[in-house]
C-alpha cells in the first residue's frame, strides 16, 4: 500500500488561500487515482475532490468548485490542494486518499485504500 502524508494546513482569514501538499511513497505513484476528503467536528467525511490515475480528469464537490484546484505532480509523487477563496465553513481536518479501484466513484469514501494522517484547515472570519 502506498503511505501518505499531507502537509500545509494551517489558519487562515475568510478569503484567503492555502495549498495543501500530499506526498506518497511506497509502489508506483501513478497507478493511483486520488482524492481529497474533509471532516469537520461532528460531521461525517465528506468528499472535496480528486483526480484519476490515467487522464488526470478531475471532479470536484459543488461546495469548492471554482475555488479549489486539485494537481498532480508525478515526478515528485505527490498532489496539491490548491484552495482559494477559503470560508469559514470549509474549516476541517483534509484527509489526503489514494484509490486502485478498477472503477473508480471519486466521491466513496470506501473506493479509497490508502489515507493519510489529515492536516488541520482553519478559516477564521
Known amino acids: 500500500q502506498v503511505q501518505l502524508v499531507e502537509s500545509g494546513g494551517g489558519l487562515v482569514q475568510a478569503g484567503g488561500s492555502l495549498r495543501l501538499s500530499c506526498a506518497a511513497s511506497?509502489?508506483?505513484?501513478?497507478?493511483?487515482?486520488m482524492g481529497w476528503f474533509r471532516q469537520a467536528p461532528g460531521k461525517e467525511r465528506e468528499f472535496v475532490t480528486a483526480i484519476s490515475r490515467s487522464t488526470n480528469s478531475t471532479y470536484y464537490s459543488d461546495s469548492v468548485k471554482g475555488r479549489f484546484t486539485i494537481s498532480r505532480d508525478s515526478a515528485k509523487n505527490t498532489i496539491y490542494l490548491q484552495m482559494n477563496s477559503l470560508k469559514p465553513e470549509d474549516t476541517a481536518v483534509y484527509y489526503c486518499a489514494a484509490s486502485r479501484a478498477r472503477i473508480f466513484l471519486p466521491a466513496m469514501v470506501r473506493n479509497y485504500d490508502s489515507w493519510g494522517q489529515g492536516t488541520q484547515v482553519t478559516v477564521s472570519s
Open positions: 511506497g509502489p508506483t505513484f501513478s497507478s493511483y487515482a
